[in-house]
């Protein structure tokens, strides 16, 4: 496949916006002569982008476990839960299956999309040629997954919205739901900054 | 090669501008991430107050990372741990204390789990219920850092900084009492027991006592302290009194106070005072005993009834307690007379105990005041046992002036003192009541008896004859006045003959009297008939003037 010509081999650069294709200038400031944004053949800085925000989203990612999300008041039981504690909770007070729920959310897939960014970054920053269509794949599915994992979010507001019993229950969101937005927020901006392109690459485009 | 540059060649060209911000920062996004998490790491850090660990006998109620740590209801704390210790006897929580609660990581701090309690004293921790068991705290003056507590098991009765003060209580034993035990003033609970001691030496318990502000202000240095536990019934002379604090205290124990009657010393007493605990009111009540007194009596006669712990009384004054009795034997006499030794406080006797003193410092006599005792003896001062109670035959010992007693010699130097003794009033009527008894003795039940023998064999035979011999012609002659009776009643019967006869008697005389009535009433009407005799009837329509009806004979009784 690599035999095939691409579009920068030909000197071609495609507008992003209103997909006018170019000459490539080999500038790094050239603009789309029809819409004025801006024109790169990749992503521009993608590797740097990608790896700043993965890195912010696991920082993130630390409080988001370590601080609790939630508050739940009833009885005069006032219970804090991280997203494990809850996850724990919900295993031991018989609702297996909504444990495994939020589990797979909150922490396979942030983690699950930590691994696979970090791969591909890698991957591509070497100029593998290994499993290039899969990691096509993989990258498909975490952008597509990305949108899946505020479920811990959408449960803390949903919870807090809904499920107010007044004296018997009480529900109050904490900090942690905050740094566990964040890092889901960031993870899905950083898979949007990979350029899939990369992968393809090869050795001879270091961005 | 060539194909791809045709294509470039009609394609239009970008336009190049000046360069946009540097995508380097990018990275202040880590870098932002990065201040946001060490500054939460810093502020936990910071917040982070000490942590110790607390064992208790159970972890009951204990959950980690949920059981807070309160003071006064304010949150100071949280348990983070909870784990068996090594030897498996207690377990042991971990508490991670909040920054500003860092005082309470000294060493008289105390800790104690608070659950729903329900003792005799009420029920304690109802909110536990809802939101779970909390460990509670109390903080101390100590500025001396600790880490490792061992917990109370109940909450302690005194916290520290509570207003009020602490008194110490001895007593011979601890009885029903117990931490948390009340103590009452006039009824009303006003503190508690907060810890108590056997004393070093064994022979008693001192009670720390906590009374509440502003109650303590009526503890004084003359109150008196005693031990309201059980029911104390007193059988006087004024009938059967019980007295109680509360039900409480019967079941559970408890301490009263209150100042003696009359006047006394009411200033306020201090902290840490120390107090005698009385056994009942009525021994805390009386005056104070002052330093007790050996003393010894020799009884000839036998004290049965007397027992140990019976009253001495001096002229009716609770004097002192029997606390020995013992038998000895006299050679000379040959008898066995008891020895009774007994403990006295003069001071009891209150101003006649100061007067005496005195009296006695001023003519200069020995401690024992031998010279006194021995004016005393001589005008009689005797100890005599006596019944208390006459039902159940207990014996005191009274000390009396008995002026007619024989005189006795008396030691006053002798150690212990020796007290001579009266017979007591129980023996007089003993030995009345034996005279009575040797009296009645002397009378001749026996020949008396013999006489009444006789005399009732006598009576016997006398009374045979007349069963023999007179009542056959008494049961003859009644049998004659029956029949006789008899005869009468069938003479007198309806049916008799006699009856009949008089019926037919009365109906002719009746008869007679009619004939003789129409007779004369013709004559009036015609008295020539006399003469002429008589004639005809002339008037038909008078005929019925007297027409003598059949059944006249019955209603004989016209007028
Ligand atoms: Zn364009």
Known sequence: MTDLPRASDLGLIGCHVCRLVCRDVKGDNAVCPRCGSVLHKRKSSSYTRTWALLIAAFMFYVPANVLPIMRTVSLGDVDDNTILSGIIELWVKGSPDLAIIVFTASIMVPVLKFFALSLLLISSQRGSKWAQRQRSKLYRLVEFIGYWSMLDVFVVALLTALVQFGFFSQVEPLPGVVFFGLTVVITMIASMTFDPRLIWDGRDFDD | ?559
């Open chain 2, 1 to 559: 090669m060539t194909d791809d540059k045709n294509i470039a060649e009609g394609l239009p060209e970008p336009v190049v501008q000046r360069p946009r911000i540097n995508a380097s920062l990018v990275w202040l996004v880590p870098i932002i991430a990065a201040l946001v998490g060490l500054s939460l790491v810093i502020h936990a850090w910071s917040d982070a107050g000490p942590t110790i660990s607390v064992s208790f006998q159970s972890a009951e109620g204990l959950d980690p990372g949920k059981t807070p740590v309160k003071y006064k209801s304010v949150v100071i704390g949280k348990v983070t741990t909870v784990r068996l210790s090594e030897d498996r006897t207690h377990v042991v929580a971990k508490v991670a204390l909040e920054k500003s609660a860092k005082s309470f990581a000294t060493a008289d701090s105390r800790f104690w789990v608070v659950r729903p309690r329900i003792g005799l004293g009420g029920v304690s921790g109802i909110d536990t219920l809802l939101s779970g068991a909390f460990i509670g705290a109390d903080v101390g003056q100590s500025q001396e850092p600790k880490d490792d507590f061992v917990g109370l098991e109940s909450p302690p009765p005194v916290t520290h900084g509570a207003p009020g003060k602490t008194f110490d209580l001895h007593a011979d034993d601890l009885g029903s009492l117990d931490i948390g035990s009340p103590i009452y003033f006039r009824r009303i609970q006003v503190g508690r027991v907060s810890s108590y001691h056997l004393n070093k030496d064994g022979k008693g318990v001192t009670l720390q006592i906590f009374i509440d502000a502003p109650s303590d202000q009526f503890v004084t240095t003359s109150s008196r302290f005693w031990n309201a536990s059980g029911v104390d019934v007193s059988l006087g002379a004024d009938g059967l009194k019980v007295n109680t604090q509360s039900l409480a205290t019967v079941l559970a124990g408890g301490v009263a106070f209150q100042d003696p009657p009359g006047p006394h010393d009411a200033s306020p007493a201090q902290e840490n005072d120390a107090f005698t605990l009385f056994n009942n009111m009525a021994t805390a009540m009386a005056p104070p005993d002052g330093e007790p007194r050996y003393i010894r009596m020799r009884f000839s006669q036998s004290l049965r009834g007397l027992t140990v712990d019976a009253p001495v009384e001096f002229l009716g004054v609770p004097f002192g307690r029997v606390v020995s009795i013992n038998l000895d034997f006299d050679e000379k006499t040959q008898t066995f007379p008891t020895i009774v030794g007994a403990v006295v406080y003069p001071a009891r006797l209150g101003k006649a105990h100061d007067k005496l003193m005195a009296l006695a410092k001023a003519q200069g006599d020995d401690e024992q005041m031998s010279q006194m005792m021995g004016r005393l003896v001589d005008h009689g001062l005797r100890a005599q046992a006596r019944t208390g109670n006459l039902l159940t035959g207990q014996l005191y010992i009274a000390m009396d002036f008995l002026p007619k007693a024989p005189k006795v010699e008396f030691d006053g130097r002798a150690k212990p003192l020796e007290i001579p003794t009266a017979p007591g009033d129980f023996d007089k009527i003993q030995q009345q009541i034996a005279d009575i008894v040797s009296k009645i003795q002397k009378v001749p039940f026996d020949s008396i008896g013999n006489n009444l023998n006789d005399t009732l064999s006598e009576l016997h035979k006398t009374l045979q004859q007349v069963n023999g011999s007179v009542l056959p012609e008494v049961k003859t002659t009644l049998q004659g006045a029956q029949k006789t009776l008899g005869n009468a009643n069938n003479a007198f019967a309806p049916d008799s003959q006699l009856q009949q006869n008089l019926g037919g008697s009365l109906q002719e005389l009746q008869r007679a009297a009619r004939s003789l009535r129409v007779l004369t009433d013709y004559l009036g009407d015609h008295p020539d008939a006399l003469l002429r005799g008589r004639r005809a009837d002339d008037k038909p329509l008078q005929a019925p003037l007297p027409p003598p009806p059949q059944d006249a004979p019955t209603q004989g009784s016209k007028p």
